[in-house]
């Protein structure tokens, strides 16, 4: 088993050792800047989730500590996020009111549940299931819970009281048909809020924008508008560690919920291992896609039994601690201690924190989540991606969150076997104007074709999925008044038994018709492949040639000699008058 794939119950010795003065020094800094940036947002991402802000503050404290020390990243900072905040509350408000102790026992069983599917798939060692998932599922979903989460958010943004649960558009209805509602009060601290986080961070990334906004903002409240009722605040969160907590299990219930644990699940691992890559690209230390399942695993497992709910790795966090000097995972264990010692001194506080402050701030941070650059170099590059986004992105909004993850896989899937079942073929010919005879596409320039002999490329695989495509290619090639057809095969990266049986049954239908089919630059292991399954000795080697010169000059000798003399487009240099 190689080194990147075998699963390492502890495989923080292997940083352990390289600890020292100087990198604990960073670490303690990278630390220490990583507590002031999720403060804040263990707050607003708990609210996002429905849960009262302290269980996004454990689950701050408790996931980054259990994956740093379990994971492979050695800079990866796990922890409450935006979208796994969105798919908890969408698949606990089926069940129970938000903010409700029976939703808070719920989300944690949720939590325990994720934990638990994502260990299981480590040990299974299912990490490369990732590789399945394609960037425009991702961007789509994103995109989507940013939308969504935009939508949940303006109703406390504006101080307009509309219910819980409502559908998307029925929110943006309502929203439209009560705007002479708003709350000028509640809207102006809270867009002042989000005004003041985008300042900050334009002036600079590294800033803690959204303590800062929720600090200023929550001052202007209290000492211009203090005695207003429509000012709803967070209140007092409550002090102290975070209690060793059995999670309270409904096993009437886990039927119900496992397929959407398994949705958190493969986003949260598909967030922390694309992360984990792409930082690992920057450092150099290559990532255990397995391990980092089975350090997720145990750090959302850890947290429901510490009263926090479902993480994953964050972007955001993970690209701060990395700026910030961070040298070991180290850093998101002193990040974690940090924000527990702060508790105490923060936890009265948020008593003057009013909740339109926390929604313009979260409708911030959603905004950040949608990548348009992604977005416009998918709608320039590829149909097919851009539809998959597409698709994505309207299942997260119009169906359940949960299954838009699915609904993306699926249908970028289908559209990749489609794609791969219609091999390209493409007619090629010398290039009269090309000293070195190069083949080159026939359509694309324009070309003439031999009479006597077609050569085409075949650009894909000849499996089990792409007979039919490829017999109908052939049908019409058969049709032509050409008697021979030489395969490039340069591009033919796989066959398979049913291909194989399917190009044998070719040659020989052609051959009892006066036709003939040739091969040649097929890869060594398609070659292997064919000899092994006696395919060579049932079509004949004399079809079968190393390139397309050699292909050429032996194919020529089967051509009819009367028609060459007659012909005018002398392609070849065998051809009688052909001119180098």
Avoid at 539 to 561: D, S
């Amino acid at each position: 088993m190689s080194k990147t794939n075998r699963i390492d119950w502890f495989p923080a010795r292997n940083w352990i050792k390289e600890v020292n003065l100087k990198s604990v020094r960073s670490d303690l800094l990278a630390g220490l800047t990583g507590a002031i940036i999720v403060l804040p947002q263990g707050v607003a991402f708990a609210m996002i989730a429905g849960l009262p802000p302290i269980h996004g503050l454990y689950a701050a404290m408790i996931i980054p500590i259990v994956a740093a020390f379990f994971g492979s990243s050695r800079h990866l900072i796990s922890g409450p996020t935006v979208p796994i905040s969105l798919i908890v509350f969408s698949t606990v408000s089926q069940y129970t009111e938000p903010g409700t102790v029976d939703f808070v026992s719920l989300a944690i069983v949720v939590t325990l549940v994720a934990g638990i599917i994502q260990f299981l798939l480590g040990l299974a060692k299912l990490g490369a299931m990732v590789n399945f998932i394609s960037q425009s599922v991702i961007i789509g979903f994103t995109a989507g819970a940013a939308v969504l989460i935009i939508t949940t958010q303006l109703k406390s943004l504006l101080g307009i009281d509309i219910p819980r649960g409502m559908s998307f558009v029925n929110t943006w209805i309502e929203l439209f048909q009560r705007i002479n509602e708003l709350n000028p009060i509640v809207f102006g601290i809270g867009l002042c809020a989000l005004v003041i986080a985008v300042l900050i961070k334009l002036i600079h990334p590294l800033i803690p924008n959204l303590l800062l906004a929720m600090i200023l903002s929550s001052l202007a409240a209290y000492f211009f508008f203090r005695d207003d009722s429509s000012l709803v605040l967070v209140g007092e969160l409550p002090s102290g560690l975070p209690h060793f907590t059995l999670p309270k299990v409904n096993f009437g219930q886990l039927e119900s919920i496992v397929p959407n644990a398994f949705a958190i699940a493969l986003l949260g691992l598909i967030q922390s291992v694309a992360i984990g890559r792409s930082i690992a690209s920057k450092t150099g230390h290559r990532i255990n896609a397995n391990q980092e399942f089975i350090g997720q695993g145990l750090a959302n497992i850890a947290s429901s039994f510490f009263s926090g709910y479902a993480g994953s790795g964050s972007f955001t966090r993970t690209a701060i601690n990395k700026s910030a000097g961070a040298v070991t995972p180290l850093a998101a264990v002193f990040a974690a201690l940090f924000l527990l010692l702060s508790l105490s001194h923060v936890a009265p506080l948020a008593a003057y924190l009013p909740i339109t402050v926390l929604s313009g701030l979260i409708i911030m941070v959603a905004f950040s989540l949608i990548d348009f650059q992604h977005i416009k170099k998918l709608f320039l590059t590829s149909r097919r991606e851009s539809s998959v986004m597409v698709l994505t992105f309207l299942s997260a909004l119009f169906l359940e969150l949960s299954y838009a993850i699915y609904i993306g896989v699926f249908f970028s899937l289908i559209l990749y076997l489609r794609q791969t079942s219609r091999p390209r073929f493409v007619m090629i010919s010398p290039d009269p104007e090309n000293q070195r005879h190069m083949f080159v596409s026939v359509d694309k320039y324009k070309l003439e074709t031999c009479p006597q002999l077609m050569i085409i490329r075949i650009e894909g695989s000849l499996f089990f999925g792409a007979i039919e495509h490829v017999a109908d290619k052939l049908d019409e090639l058969f049709k032509r008044e050409e008697k021979h057809l030489l395969i490039v095969s340069n591009n033919i990266n796989l066959i398979d038994n049913s291909g194989a049986e399917f190009i044998v049954d070719e040659v020989q239908k052609w051959a009892k018709n006066g036709k003939q089919i040739y091969f040649c630059g097929l890869k060594l292991r398609s070659r292997e492949f064919l000899r092994s399954g006696g395919y060579v000795e049932e079509m004949g080697k004399e079809r079968f040639f190393g390139n397309k010169e050699h292909a050429v000059e032996e194919i020529y000798k089967e051509l009819n000699r009367d028609v060459c003399n007659e012909c005018k487009v002398q392609l070849f240099r065998e051809c009688p008058r052909h001119v180098e």
